[in-house]
Structures are given as C-alpha cells and as structure tokens.
C-alpha cells in the first residue's frame, strides 16, 4: 500500500501578492544596505555560522556577508576570495529581486526558474562540491576556506 498526499495551492489575492512582494523588496533592499554600510570584520553583531562555530568547517554560505560587503564597495577580488561562488548567489539574488520588482509593479514578475527541481538539485550538487572541495586542506582548495 502506497501512501498518498496531496498538496494544496494557496492563492493570494493581487493586491495581497503585490504587497507581499513590495515588501520581499522592502526587506531585500533594507538588508542589502545593512550590510554595505556596516563591516561583518569591524562590526560583531552580524551572526557567525553555526556551523564553522561548532566544527571548524566552512560550509558553502561561509563567508557570504563578508563577500557581500565587499563587493557593493566594488572590491570584487576580496568578495571571491571569502566566497568564490558569490557570482552564482548574487545572480539568483538579484533575478529574484528584479522578479519581486516586478510583480510588486506590474503585478507579474519573471517566470521562477529558481525554484524549478532540475535547478535546485544542480544548485544543491554544486553547494554539496564546493563545501567539500573548500574544506579540503591542500593547495589550490585551501585558496577557498574564507
């Protein structure tokens, strides 16, 4: 006997979806100057990865804030050097700001491929490899422990 579940879509009304998205937006925007403006090296009170804290191993997102910071002061040499894969977060980052834009403008926002299986499971391989390879501790993948 094989177990069944059903799944059940949940609907907003369109100006409910939009406000939603202004405010994905609002909150994208807000956070992104938080950490322009302050520096994760200077300022302690941005939080550590629980799991560097507790292990000593970078996992994938190690170093993101960090990378962040650096790159919206144009330094994008020292962002790939705390994260080499900030390319591919900023690009799924900014898609989904410029969709949330655009849904909380027009009402529709870009088609979400982001969050199509074939793409999360190659993001997920991707994320899964590059925590491995940076945590490796021999040259050239110690270049990617931030």
Request: glycine residues 8%; neutral net charge; hydrophobic residues 50%.
């Amino acid at each position: 006997m094989q177990a069944e579940q059903q799944i059940t879509s949940y609907s907003m009304s369109p100006l409910a979806e939009r406000a939603t998205a202004a405010a994905g937006v609002a909150a994208m925007t807000a956070g992104s100057a938080y950490v322009a403006y302050f520096d994760p090296a200077t300022f302690h009170f941005f939080p550590g990865c629980p799991l560097f804290e507790l292990t000593g191993f970078a996992c994938p997102g190690c170093g993101l804030t960090r990378g962040f910071h650096a790159l919206s002061h144009g330094d994008v040499l020292t962002a790939l050097h705390f994260n080499a894969l900030i390319p591919v977060w900023a690009a799924v980052f900014g898609y989904v700001l410029v969709s949330l834009c655009l849904l909380a403008g027009r009402g529709r926002g870009l088609p979400m491929w982001p969050t199509a299986p074939r793409f999360l499971w190659a993001f997920m391989t991707t994320l899964l490899v590059f925590g491995v390879l940076r945590n490796l501790p021999f040259f050239p993948f110690s270049l990617m422990f931030p």
